[in-house]
């Protein structure tokens, strides 16, 4: 695995100075964008409850950040840790697309 950062000097041309606005870093030649990612989880509750304490329970909104490595119409995954040496990723999660609120690319 190689992880790149992109290094520009004055005496390159600008049009090779050309840099995302988006946080992100390249793992074995693919860029991986990092993402405040807004979902619902579920909130439980074994004890009594009358019928307007059961009426006001919700799910909590819960917010994570994390290099988005694959997205598709049923999952989104993501990882927060990676090996600087290999390609090998760790804090993963795989969240279904219908728990997700928001989605949002984090800008430099």
């Given at each position: 695995m190689?992880?790149?950062?992109?290094?520009?000097?004055?005496?390159?041309?600008?049009?090779?100075r050309k840099k995302s606005k988006f946080k992100s870093?390249?793992?074995?030649?693919?860029?991986?964008?990092?993402?405040k990612i807004t979902w619902l989880d579920i909130v439980g509750d074994?004890?009594?409850?009358?019928v307007d304490e059961f009426s006001n329970m919700k799910?909590?909104?819960?917010i994570t950040y994390g290099y988005v490595f694959e997205k598709n119409k049923n999952f989104i995954k993501t990882f927060s840790s990676f090996d600087s040496k290999e390609e090998s990723f760790s804090d993963r999660n795989v969240f279904p697309i219908g728990c997700i609120?928001?989605?949002?690319?984090?800008?430099i």
């Open positions: 190689m992880v790149k950062k992109v290094c520009y000097t004055a005496d390159m041309p600008k049009s090779k870093l390249v793992i074995d030649k693919k860029r991986y964008y990092f993402y074994s004890g009594h409850a009358n799910p909590a909104e819960m609120v928001r989605l949002e690319k984090i800008n």
